[in-house]
């Protein structure tokens, strides 16, 4: 069965972090583009940030440019979301997706690409 499975959320004071995980299974992520998107209450979905299958390149939405970090661990199937200096804005429910044939990793999040996606979990800051 081809899945991802997202883990790593939590409640979180503003100002802390968290780092989410997501892990694939009946599939290799090697050959994906993986995005993190999510959404928040009466919202759209957004495209958090997103990093590519081959060169590395990474996209992040402005929201959390210079917060959040993107990265990937193909050996262990996993890419990760690092959430420093979290605020109460991103209260959200993440995702994740794997996209095989993303021309970018910038078209992968603001269009909201994926192959595969996540069941999601919740992200909470709050004091």
């Known amino acids: 069965q081809l899945q991802l499975v997202e883990s790593g959320g939590g409640l979180v004071q503003p100002g802390g972090s968290l780092r989410l995980s997501c892990a694939a299974s009946?599939?290799?992520?090697?050959?994906?583009?993986i995005g993190w998107f999510r959404q928040a209450p009466g919202k759209e979905r957004e495209g958090v940030s997103c990093i590519s299958s081959s060169d590395g390149s990474t996209y992040y939405a402005d929201s959390v440019k210079g917060r959040f970090t993107i990265s990937r661990d193909n050996a262990k199937n996993t890419v990760y979301l690092q959430m420093n200096s979290l605020k109460p804005e991103d209260t959200a429910v993440y995702y994740c997706a794997a996209h095989r044939w993303t021309i970018t990793v910038q078209a992968m999040c603001v269009a909201g690409l994926g192959d595969y996606w996540g069941q999601g979990t919740q992200v909470t800051v709050s004091s």
């Open positions: 009946g599939f290799t992520l090697d050959y994906y583009a």
